[in-house]
């Protein structure tokens, strides 16, 4: 068993009485957190010579998975923190870079955030986010929407658009700098604890030296240092949906048979077949993505594997979900039920960028071997 399956299995134990009712109230999950830190789980890809747990993107996944599978609305927000923290230790491994911050993760506990959300498409795309030039810096304004964890950041990373160059600059701001402000958004269907509320910046002034990757106007979404981040970001997010799936499985095993209406049993095995199926689909989706990405040197190339990824295990995750509910029957439409909860938290699935069809249109130009 690696480092990070422990953690994560321990986590798991310890969140599943509290996700309930932290979906009921909405409230970010700060004990969740403190566990996480507690059992190494936030440092946890962060190189062993760092003081991390020396998580793979493959084991990284299957931790999410555990982690969804108890509670998801945690699963995802600390997603948020942990492609950050991955593909920042596949540069330490590269050439040494990023040191700094990832011993800040081991040894301050620091959690980063993320606010990439935009209106990211295969050519040439722009945030509303300004940075303008200020001597050896820069002025930030504007507002950012699904920072997720957003009451436990102390560190997070924005889309800025260098209004002298045109550049798309990634910029790591103090969530404690002047000028950053959470606005409490945060209320919807599902996924309801992670707190992924507006950033607000209003004329936040950031050194030079905070500025981590500069993306080129034309087609950002192509560039190198996008597409590690990218990797990353989406073959975890696949992780969670289908550790999501994972827990719709279980709960539908263990209830059929109780709901509101009986079924001939032959009718019965079909659609646990078709359940058996579509869990196997998500399941494989998610594995040969991770394992071919982690194998691929090419950033632009493992980010369309990891873009397919996500369209494919959610895609298949969801179908697990929807055969559950029809296993468990009427009584997975109770808000009593584990049921009731992962089907709202999985139409969350479709809001990470880049999604259908943008997503498929990626894959397509890449692979056709147009404009990638």
Sequence with gaps: MTAMKEAAEKA???????????????????????????VGYLRGPVPTELGGLGATLEETVRAQRILAASCASTALSVNMHLFQVGAASEGWRRDGANEPALRRVVDDGIVLASTGAEAIVAGEWDTPTTADPDGDGYRLS????????????????VN???TQTGEILVIAVPASADGVTVDPTWDTMGMRATASHDLVLDNVLVQASAVGARLPAAGPAWDPAFARAIRWFLTLVSGVYVGIADRAREEALVTMGQGSYTRAPALTHE??????????RASAAVAVGAARIAGDDDMVSGMVTAILTKEEATSAAAEVVDRAVTLAGGRSYFRRSTLERLVRDMHAARFHPPSAPVSHQMIGIHRAGVGA
Excluded: I, W
């Excluded at 996700?19 to 566990?35: I, K, Q, R, V, W």
């Excluded at 659609?271 to 196997?280: D, Y």
């Design 142 to 157: 504007g507002r950012k929407y699904f920072c997720s964890q957003a009451p436990a950041m102390d560190v997070v990373r």
């Design 271 to 280: 659609v646990v077949g078709l359940m058996e199926a579509a869990h196997f």
């Design 160 to 162: 800025a658009r260098d």
């Design 12 to 38: 798991a134990v310890e969140f599943e009485g509290r996700a309930a009712e932290l979906d009921s109230t909405g409230e970010f999950p700060h004990e969740n957190y403190a566990f996480l830190r507690q």
